[in-house]
């Protein structure tokens, strides 16, 4: 009962504003009823130089690669982009993830439930496409078909009203936002303006001691280049997957003086995080990338075992899943910085979030197809500005999804 209660009232808090705002700016004057006639979603490539088709090579079964190797599913090598008609002749475009299995999702599944239905009525279509799915797609790869086909509606909402998405949650007390670069490149991104930095962690359990003495080597080299007045994050993807060698691994690094250590162990050891929490002193333990919905994120907040939330929008179930999430962080105090905030998608959550300090790199610096171009919030001198376009604010035309997506 506890549990239902906890759950409840965090959906409760996030939308009441939400919906509030989202009546009094689509107003009387829109048309009651917003048919949905047709549903597409295809496979797309966001980086010029990376194919998420190619196949992998491993010297041995013990090669520390396949400890690295994520498949053509997984990240944002697996983007897709959802395409919602309307019979008012709106049509929304919503970022996703998944690859073509969300993709035949999509087509096979959710698109019966989306046509002919009410594109206004997207609080009650997430609901209905999530519970039609609890047999098989709580998590993974169903939860990134929804957070496609959920932001797409919302992009007809905040065409539909002549409102950017940011306001119709609540606006923003940020004129603009800081970013953060994730990356290797600290030279370029410092060259770009931007003052807080993230690296990927290559090195893990499977490396030994010598692959902790190369990330203490790195993460030196790194604060001497960026010098102690900025911020230094790391992220682990879950390569620390023990709690002793991550906190061994903290006191390591205790002088380089990082921020947040970012998923060092899977997303299913939350006793685990919940123990890093309390033992790790130097640094904030950072977590969510990889996890989904409210009821994911709920277990993680319940047990204290995160303490920056980072939900991505285009795979924990849309802009109706995070503004959910962060709700649950507002209301127990943790710090909400979601996953590629600087994307136009994951940045109006970011713009009214007020736990939210900073937005991570989306497309600024990368080297991105014209289609992530399109994707990604206007960037100047290490701060993201929001649109006032309606909708998302994107630049993403049929032809451009078409233009790059992957067959």
């Not at 041995?60 to 690669?65: G, I, K, L, V, Y």
């Not at 957070?147 to 119709?168: E, H, M, T």
């Not at 996953?339 to 998608?345: A, I, P, T």
Request: with cysteine.
């Amino acid at each position: 009962m506890r549990r239902r209660r906890f759950l409840t009232n965090a959906a409760l808090l996030c939308a009441g504003r939400a919906t509030a705002n989202l009546s009094s700016q689509l107003g009387n004057a829109a048309p009651a009823r917003l048919q949905i006639m047709s549903v597409d979603a295809f496979p797309v490539q966001l980086w010029a130089d990376r194919d998420p088709r190619s196949v992998p090579s491993f010297k041995s079964d013990f090669d520390p690669a396949r400890w690295r190797y994520r498949g053509p599913f997984a990240q944002l090598g697996s983007a897709i982009v959802v395409i919602i008609r309307t019979d008012q002749g709106i049509t929304g475009f919503g970022l996703g993830a998944g690859g073509s299995v969300a993709v035949e999702i999509i087509h096979g599944h959710l698109r019966h439930l989306l046509v002919g239905a009410n594109a206004r009525n997207v609080e009650l279509l997430w609901d209905q496409m999530y519970t039609s799915a609890n047999a098989y797609g709580r998590r993974g790869v169903f939860v990134m078909a929804l957070s496609g086909v959920d932001n797409a509606l919302w992009d007809i909402l905040g065409k539909q009203a002549g409102q950017p998405v940011y306001r119709l949650l609540g606006g923003t007390n940020k004129e603009r936002i800081a970013s953060y670069a994730t990356g290797f490149n600290l030279e370029k991104a410092l060259d770009n303006g931007f003052r807080h930095f993230k690296i990927p962690i290559r090195d893990g359990l499977s490396e030994g001691e010598a692959g902790k003495l190369r990330v203490v080597e790195l993460l030196t080299k790194a604060r001497e280049t960026i010098g102690l007045e900025k911020s230094l994050m790391i992220d682990c993807g879950s390569r620390w997957d023990e709690v002793d060698y991550t906190i061994e691994m903290a006191r390591r690094l205790e002088e380089v003086n990082l921020f947040w250590i970012e998923e060092p162990l899977s997303p299913d050891n939350v006793p685990g995080y919940a123990e890093l929490v309390r033992e790790v002193k130097s640094a904030k333990i950072a977590s969510g990338e990889h996890e989904y919905t409210r009821f994911g994120f709920a277990d993680l907040i319940r047990h204290k075992a995160v303490e920056i939330v980072q939900p991505d929008v285009s795979w924990c179930g849309g802009v109706t899943s995070l503004r959910r999430i962060a709700a649950m962080a507002a209301e127990h105090h943790l710090e909400f910085i979601p996953h590629r905030g600087g994307s136009l998608y994951g940045l109006p959550l970011a713009l009214s979030s007020p736990h939210c300090r900073w937005a991570e790199s989306f497309g600024t610096g990368d080297n991105g197809t014209e289609l992530m171009e399109a994707m990604t919030a206007t960037f100047e001198n290490g701060f993201y500005r929001p649109s006032e376009k309606p909708g998302f604010g994107t630049e993403v035309t049929e032809q451009l999804v078409k233009k790059h997506a992957l067959t």
